[in-house]
C-alpha cells in the first residue's frame, strides 16, 4: 500500500533542496573560517549565544516557511483540486510539523551529548579542540542523515514499513527505560580498531591536526580517532532519530530541513549542557517515552484519528514529557550521588 501524494514533491523543489544546502554550507564556513578560526574553549556565555542563534534561525525559518507554503498552496492547481483542500490549513499543518520535528531531534540530540563528554575525556581532547572536532563530525552527520532520509522517503512510502519502523521505536523505547547504565568504551569499537591497524596512531596530540606525516609515514592523531567514532556513535543514533521524525510528517523536505537544523546547532548545545548534563539523571527516561510514543502513533494512534494524529498535541505531549523529565532531574538524585551522601 502506497501512501498519499507529497505537498513538496522532489522534481518541484530540488532548487530549494540545492539552496537549502549551500546555505547550511555557507553558515559552517562561516561558523569555522570565521567565528571560531581560533582554537579556543567555549565558554558558557559564547556558548549560550549561539545555542540561541540556532534556535532563532529555525524558528527565522519555520516563519518563512509559512508563508511560503501559504502562497504556493493557494497557487497550486494540483493541490487545489484535492476535495477538502484548505492552502492555510496545510501551510500551519505543514511549520507545526516542522517544529515538532526540530523538537524531536534536538531533544533526542541530547542523548548524543552523554557521549560527547564521555569520549573527550577519554581521548584527553583539551576544551579548545573540540569544537574543531565537533564541526566536522556535524559535516559527517549532515551527509549521513542525508542519505538516511533519502532512503527513509523511498521506505516510508510503504504502510508495512511505517509498521516496521514503529514497533522498532517502541522496542528501543523500552530498551532504554529498563537497561542500565552503559560505559562506553571507544578503544573496544570494532572500526576504531580496524582504523588503528590502517593507521598508526601517535602517542600524544599533534595540535589541532588529524593526521601528521612524520618520517615520510602518515600519522593518524587521536583527534581523528575520536572523530571517527562519535560519527560513529552519530549513525547509531539516526537510526532511532530519523524514523522519530517521520512519525509526525511523511514530507522529506520538512524532515530533512527540521533534522539539519537541530545538528546545526548541536555543538553550542553540546558546550551549553556539557558541565552540567550529569544532573539531568532522569532525560534519558523521557526521550525513551518519547520513543514509545512516536512509535505508537506511527503503528496505532495515526489509524485511530483517521490516518493522522494531530500533530499540535503530539508537540504538547512531547514538550510535556521533557519538562517533567528535566524538572523531575532536578529533585531526584542519581542512586550513585545517593551513596556518597
Given amino acids: 500500500m502506497i501512501l498519499e501524494a507529497l505537498y513538496f514533491p522532489l522534481h518541484d523543489y530540488w532548487l530549494f533542496y540545492l539552496v537549502f544546502t549551500l546555505f547550511?554550507?555557507?553558515?559552517?564556513?562561516?561558523?569555522?573560517?570565521v567565528f571560531h578560526k581560533e582554537a579556543h574553549a567555549?565558554?558558557?556565555?559564547?556558548?549560550?549565544f549561539w545555542t540561541i542563534f540556532?534556535?532563532?534561525?529555525?524558528?527565522?525559518?519555520?516563519?518563512g516557511f509559512y508563508y511560503y507554503a501559504d502562497w504556493k498552496f493557494s497557487t497550486d492547481a494540483r493541490l487545489l483540486a484535492l476535495p477538502g483542500f484548505i492552502p492555510e490549513k496545510a501551510a500551519y499543518q505543514s511549520a507545526l510539523e516542522f517544529i515538532t520535528g526540530y523538537v524531536i531531534e534536538k531533544s533526542l540530540s541530547v542523548d548524543n551529548i552523554f557521549v560527547f563528554v564521555v569520549v573527550f575525556s577519554f581521548f584527553g581532547i583539551p576544551a579548545k579542540y573540540q569544537h574543531r572536532v565537533l564541526f566536522f563530525g556535524i559535516i559527517g552527520a549532515l551527509i549521513f542523515r542525508t542519505i538516511f532520509i533519502s532512503i527513509g522517503s523511498v521506505l516510508m512510502q510503504y504502510h508495512s514499513v511505517i509498521l516496521i519502523f514503529g514497533i522498532f521505536l517502541i522496542i528501543t523505547g523500552i530498551r532504554i527505560l529498563f537497561e542500565t547504565e552503559k560505559e562506553v568504551h571507544p578503544d573496544k569499537n570494532p572500526i576504531i580498531k580496524l582504523l588503528k591497524k590502517v593507521f598508526p596512531v601517535t602517542s600524544g596530540l599533534e595540535g589541532n591536526h588529524f593526521f601528521v606525516r612524520k618520517d615520510k609515514v602518515l600519522y593518524m592523531t587521536p583527534l581523528m580517532v575520536c572523530l571517527v567514532f562519535l560519527?560513529?556513535?552519530d549513525i547509531i543514533f539516526a537510526v532511532d532519530s530519523v524514523p522519530a521524525i517521520f512519525a509526525i510528517t511523511r514530507e522529506p523536505l520538512i524532515v530533512f530541513t527540521s533534522n539539519i537544523f537541530a545538528i546545526l546547532g548541536l555543538r553550542a548545545l553540546f558546550f551549553l549542557?556539557?558541565?552540567?548534563?550529569?544532573?539531568?539523571?532522569l532525560l534519558k527516561y523521557g526521550l525513551g517515552i518519547i520513543l514509545i510514543f512516536v512509535g505508537l502513533k506511527m503503528t496505532w494512534l495515526n489509524n485511530l484519528y483517521g490516518g493522522q494524529f494531530p500533530t499540535s498535541l503530539s508537540l504538547m505531549i512531547?514538550?510535556?514529557?521533557?519538562?517533567?523529565?528535566i524538572v523531575a532531574s532536578l529533585f531526584v538524585k542519581p542512586k550513585e550521588e545517593e551513596k556518597t551522601n
Fill in 42 to 48: 567555549v565558554s558558557f556565555k559564547e556558548a549560550l
Fill in 24 to 33: 547550511v554550507l555557507m553558515m559552517l564556513a562561516l561558523d569555522l573560517g
Fill in 318 to 325: 512531547i514538550l510535556g514529557i521533557l519538562t517533567v523529565s
Fill in 273 to 281: 549542557l556539557a558541565s552540567v548534563i550529569d544532573k539531568f539523571s
Fill in 231 to 233: 560519527e560513529v556513535s
Fill in 54 to 63: 540556532w534556535i532563532s534561525l529555525a524558528l527565522l525559518f519555520n516563519l
